[in-house]
């Protein structure tokens, strides 16, 4: 399921909001009702330092060529 996570920058109140696909990813904080939330990295998701979570989205590195990004 696309869940994304999100924390709100006014309260600071951490949620999960279900996005659909095609759907920009935004959310409204439940509990403020603050429109800018930002937006989390969430299982799925590579981390900012490059790191895969290990949840998904990652493959070991391709034997096959040095880029790692055949199929
Ligand atoms: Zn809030």
């Known amino acids: 399921m ?3 996570e999100f924390k709100c920058t006014e309260c ?3 949620f999960d909001e279900l996005i ?3 759907k920009e990813a935004t959310a409204d ?3 403020c009702g603050a429109k ?4 989390l990295l969430s299982c799925g998701n590579v981390r900012p330092n490059g790191i895969p ?5 990652y493959r070991e590195p391709c034997k096959g060529c040095s880029g790692g990004s055949c199929s």
């Open 12 to 14: 600071g109140k951490e």
């Open 36 to 39: 800018d939330c930002e937006k």
């Open 53 to 57: 979570s290990g949840m998904g989205g």
């Open 29 to 31: 904080c439940p509990d």
């Open 20 to 22: 659909m696909p095609g």
């Open 2 to 4: 696309p869940i994304h």
